[in-house]
């Protein structure tokens, strides 16, 4: 009897502290998921509402309530969980990362060529084409994140502040995601005399962040319009978008075509590879240069990046004449080595006889003519496209050949 006492007595002390714990843990989770909303609440963004929204809902690309692409992307959810646990031990640098600091003196002189780029890092571009400055994807924090305290950190200053910057005619965004829509940098520019030009659905987040909205352009696919004499083509891509697990494909994503007096260049935004790739270059096209994304990739994903075999094969589809690789070199979003995605474009490039630039962060290449090889990152190993290819789904009866 005595003994039976005491074993209930056991359990009754037992369950008691289990049900503590269980508060206690419970209770930090909510705490902890009430900081993250509170902390990146704005960073967040806006829904769109109202005409915005019907906008939205006569779009070609709006099925069921949200965006989608002709072709739907395919992923491979178990390979996604176990490429984390094979990442390469070089996914980010282990010393500092050559750039080049940018003299805002530079801008004061037009390339002689009528068309100039200027790599900033990852997908963040200023382009100088035919007396116009185009600035692609702006990120200037130090996380493509929500939060200051944690998410991907740039791994270098930008090359050229946001306080030095030329003036500019018009400002692109692709998509929402964070690595490409940055709620700080937007806050720091939002006074500038210049035209924001986004896809469906974005315009809520920049307005909502204090960009006036009639300063702010949105366009569906295949929608244009003009800054002075430079027009801008809003082309389509393949991707997603979202900021939050409850917003996923809320806005629409996208790529851009500009269309010079004398040049015209290609910016792909985030995509995988699709056939419309070929209706870009027969209608807009050719292209000048073509800056297209060649990071992030992984084979359980391969229509949310295109790769850089893929990314020469784009390249050629949207007759382009120089390429520019963009979309790598700033943070670490995937499992392949940091300095992979180059070397696999060059070999892809020399396969293909394509003309490719290799310009470090902060340097201004004019394309015209073979711009100089600059290799200035380290030799590090990395994984051969045939080894690991990136095979976008969907492409039906395309002909795409290799890069």
Known sequence: ????????????????????????AGGSIALGLAIFVVSGWTAFGQRA????????????????????NPQPLWNDVWGSMTGMLSASEHTSPSAPVPTEPVDPARFQTPPPSGLRVTWLGHSTTLIEIDGRR???D????????????????????????????????????????????DQPTIAAIKDWKT???????????????????????????????????????????????????????????????LLGTKHHAYFSGDTGLFPGMAEIGEKLGPF?????????????????????????????MVRGKVFFPIHWGLFELAAHGWTEPMERALAAAEKSGAVIVSARPGR????????????????????????????????????????
Not at 49 to 68: C, K, L, N, T
């Open 195 to 257: 035209a924001f030009v986004v896809p469906l659905g974005v315009a809520a987040h920049l307005e909502y962040w204090g960009v006036p909205a009639e300063r702010i352009v949105e366009l569906d696919w295949w929608e244009r319009t003009k800054v002075g004499d430079l027009e801008i083509v809003c082309v389509p891509a393949r991707h997603a978008s979202g900021r939050t697990v409850i917003d996923m494909n809320a806005t629409l994503w996208a790529g851009y075509a």
């Open 288 to 316: 000048d240069v073509t800056m297209i994304e060649v990071g992030q990739y992984h084979r359980a994903w391969p229509d949310w990046h295109i790769g850089p075999e893929q990314a020469l094969i784009a390249h050629r």
């Open 364 to 403: 201004s290449v004019e394309t015209a003519g073979t711009p100089a090889f600059d290799r200035w990152w380290p030799d590090e190993p990395w994984t051969p496209g045939e080894r690991d290819p990136i095979v976008s789904t969907k492409m039906g009866g395309t002909a795409v050949g290799t890069p």
């Open 49 to 68: 509402s109202g005409e915005r929204r019907a906008r939205m809902e006569r779009s070609a690309q709006w099925q069921g309530g949200a965006f989608e």
């Open 138 to 181: 702006p990120v200037f924090s130090a996380r493509a994140s929500p939060l200051t305290w944690i998410g991907p950190e740039r791994w270098y200053a930008p090359p050229l502040p946001l306080e030095k910057m030329p003036p500019v005619d018009a400002v692109v965004i692709s998509h929402d995601h964070y690595d490409h829509l």
């Open 1 to 24: 009897m005595r003994l039976g006492v005491t074993l209930g007595s056991m359990r009754r002390i037992v369950w008691r502290w289990f049900k503590r714990l269980a508060l206690a």
């Open 134 to 136: 185009v600035l692609t």
